[in-house]
């Protein structure tokens, strides 16, 4: 008889910017969240969400800036982050505020549990680090990598490590949510 799986824990993410006070953060987020709602309101993965975990977690996403460099940057780090996301074919909404001459003021996510809990998912090279049950020689040569001098070295290993976290989606999710801080 198989074992059955239990459901992955999920959060909504947002990131809103650094420059308004807490409570318009809150605000903006709330936003954001009604229009995942009204969008993906009819989705597993929302429903799933709605009637099981209901976890907020808001992120400074930096400042937010409608204009583009000369290589079609958006120079707000907010709109840089939405445009990463439509580059991953990331499910998002997002809010702009018509009180702030309609700037982009929060970005919306669900991700599962894959993606924020580092404990159960490790790091590629902690994934790698444990496969291997490398030396304490080798562990410190390990750590001193870049992800992508890893990926160089053990691709199959990230083949399954990839699979391990539920595909690309979650690899790119965790990498943006990595260093980001609490709003």
């Given at each position: 008889?198989?074992?059955?799986?239990?459901?992955?824990?999920?959060?909504?993410?947002?990131?809103?910017?650094?420059?308004?006070?807490?409570?318009?953060?809150?605000?903006?987020?709330?936003?954001a969240?009604?229009?995942?709602?009204?969008?993906?309101?009819?989705?597993?993965?929302?429903?799933?969400?709605?009637?099981?975990?209901?976890?907020?977690?808001?992120?400074?996403?930096?400042t937010?800036?409608?204009?583009?460099?000369?290589d079609?940057?958006?120079?707000?780090?907010?709109?840089?982050?939405?445009?990463?996301?439509?580059?991953?074919?990331?499910?998002?909404?997002?809010?702009?505020?018509?009180?702030?001459?309609?700037?982009?003021?929060?970005?919306c996510?669900?991700?599962?549990?894959r993606?924020?809990?580092?404990?159960?998912?490790?790091?590629?090279?902690?994934?790698?680090?444990?496969?291997?049950a490398?030396?304490?020689?080798?562990?410190?040569?390990?750590?001193?990598?870049?992800?992508?001098?890893?990926?160089?070295?053990?691709?199959?290993?990230?083949?399954?490590?990839?699979r391990?976290?539920?595909?690309?989606?979650?690899?790119?999710?965790?990498?943006?949510?990595?260093?980001?801080?609490?709003?």
């Open positions: 008889m198989e074992e059955e799986q239990k459901p992955l824990e999920l959060r909504m993410y947002f990131f809103v910017p650094y420059n308004i006070s807490p409570i318009q953060q809150a605000i903006q987020a709330g936003h969240a009604v229009r995942y709602g009204r969008k993906f309101g009819e989705s597993e993965l929302f429903k799933e969400f709605a009637d099981s975990h209901e976890t907020f977690v808001i992120l400074n996403g930096g937010t800036n409608d204009q583009r460099d000369f079609g940057v958006a120079e707000g780090t907010l709109n840089q982050i939405a445009d990463q996301l439509v580059e991953n074919d990331i499910l998002f909404t997002y809010f702009r505020e018509p009180d702030l001459n309609n700037a982009l003021t929060a970005l996510i669900i991700c599962d549990e993606v924020f809990n580092r404990k159960d998912y490790q790091d590629f090279v902690d994934y790698i680090i444990n496969v291997q490398t030396s304490a020689e080798n562990f410190v040569t390990l750590k001193m990598q870049t992800n992508e001098k890893l990926q160089e070295m053990f691709p199959e290993y990230y083949k399954e490590w990839v391990f976290l539920g595909g690309l989606k979650n690899v790119f999710l965790r990498e943006l949510i990595r260093d980001k801080k609490l709003a």
